[in-house]
């Protein structure tokens, strides 16, 4: 099985600090994503990667960045936390291609800025 | 850009029911996906539907791809208190980035014992 693992489950962070959210997937997969899920407002990509060093915008990339230095692992950037980034964050992969065989998902972290 | 409409957005029911929920695009789609999130867990996907007209069970799950793929549908039947948590639609977006899936906003679904 797919295992894709998030390094925290819960995190509390102050307001301006500097928080990293880190990915980790254990079957060669090309793809990682990160989203956030707010209520009614479903899942919303911020950032994607189809290979090591390459990383791509997706729907809300502002206020973070991420890095994929290697392939099994992608991580997620927040320069300087704040309030309206409290949010559960979902990491998830995915064999290259198009994804008609859907995207495995870590059991996410649950960041509040405080 | 492309969307995916999932309705209801909430259910209540009471134990023993059946339920049904439908995911809706303007768009024509390729592969439909359904997946399920339980309470403070990431998604699981449960069921994948890759051509039209398809019917696929998992248990007591049944979900159908529609005959204009465009849309899609999950029934639940004889509802259990596991049963609790969002079901999400998906499917590739092949509009956008080379392939994307996108995902409907997710039914939540409470079950009374």
């Known amino acids: 099985d797919v295992k894709v693992t998030q390094s925290s489950r819960y995190l509390v962070k102050r307001t301006g600090e500097k928080v990293f959210l880190e990915c980790v997937q254990d079957?060669?997969?090309?793809?990682m994503f990160w989203y956030r899920q707010d209520p009614g407002l479903g899942l919303r990509l911020i950032y994607f990667?189809?290979?090591?060093?390459?990383?791509e915008k997706g729907d809300i990339p502002e206020g973070y960045s991420v890095s994929r230095e290697k392939k099994e692992r992608f991580s997620l950037i927040l320069e300087s936390a704040s309030t309206n980034q409290t949010s559960m964050y979902l990491c998830?992969?995915?064999?290259?291609?198009?994804?008609?065989?859907?995207?495995?998902f870590g059991s996410g972290t649950r960041l509040t800025v405080v | 850009g492309q969307q995916l409409n999932q309705s209801p957005q909430s259910m209540f029911i009471q134990e023993g029911e059946d339920v049904s929920m439908n995911c809706t695009s303007s768009?024509?789609?390729?592969?439909w996906l359904w997946y399920k999130q339980d309470p403070g867990e990431g998604p699981v996907l449960l069921i994948a539907?890759?051509?039209?007209?398809e019917l696929t069970s998992n248990g007591r799950l049944t979900a159908q791809f529609g005959i204009t793929r465009k849309d899609s549908f999950l029934n639940i039947s004889a509802s259990i208190p596991s049963d609790v948590g969002i079901y999400f639609c998906a499917g590739p977006h092949y509009g956008g980035s080379q392939g994307n899936l996108i995902f409907g906003k997710g039914t939540k679904l409470s079950v009374k014992p």
């Open positions: 998830a992969s995915s064999v290259t291609g198009p994804s008609d065989y859907g995207y495995t």
């Open positions: 990667s189809y290979d090591v060093k390459m990383k």
């Open positions: 768009s024509i789609f390729n592969t």
């Open positions: 539907l890759y051509k039209a007209g």
């Open positions: 079957m060669d997969h090309e793809n």
